[in-house]
């Protein structure tokens, strides 16, 4: 046991080098990715039939409400107080979203990057969306109608700006 032990910590020191990769982490953070989703799996599996159908147009929802969750969770100014703990704040990112640097060592510093990466933590919000589906498909259909009109009243939003400005020039 040992050996493994003393390898795997080797072989974290090659791969990082100077940097501060927290690679058992990381692990762990797969692990109970893992675990969730196979939970997850499971216990649809016990009290459903069978899974639901996802057609095209859920598949869609699924996609812009994946997307807009995340960029909430990882980039929004009012989400900032649920990153705190793991990051700090370093100035603004783009249009209502903020910059931070992950912050700490070890598993906070895992959980920082995940919580600051819209690509990483889609992951997980797309992950919680097919479990919606499985669990409680018409709530789950409203929270991402709900988050799709959001996203699309932001692309809105973006375009009046862009609109204004090249009016004015």
């Known amino acids: 046991m040992n050996a493994v ?10 791969y990082a080098g100077d940097d501060d990769r927290p690679l058992g982490s990381y ?8 675990v969730t989703a196979g939970t997850l ?3 649809g599996r016990r009290l459903r039939d069978r899974p639901p159908a996802i057609g095209l147009a859920d598949l869609a929802l699924m996609t812009v409400t994946t997307h807009k969750l995340s960029r909430l969770i990882a980039k929004d100014p009012v989400t900032s107080p649920l990153r705190a703990p793991f ?11 903020v910059a931070e640097e992950v912050r700490g060592k070890g598993v906070r ?12 933590t889609s992951q997980w919000v797309a992950t919680a969306y097919a479990a919606g ?7 789950t259909r409203l ?8 996203a ?3 692309w809105l939003q973006l375009a009046y700006a862009r609109l204004q400005r090249s009016a004015q020039d």
Do not use: I, N
């Open 143 to 150: 929270a991402g109608t709900t988050m799709t009109a959001v």
């Open 5 to 14: 032990v003393d390898t795997a910590r080797r072989q974290a020191e090659e």
């Open 133 to 139: 589906l499985v669990f409680a498909p018409e709530a």
């Open 27 to 34: 692990l762990g953070t797969l692990a109970v990715y893992g």
């Open 41 to 43: 799996a499971l216990l």
């Open 152 to 154: 699309g009243s932001d």
């Open 109 to 120: 510093h895992a959980v920082g990057e995940l919580v600051t990466c819209p690509f990483c």
């Open 87 to 97: 990051t700090r704040y370093s100035g603004t990112a783009g249009p209502a979203e």
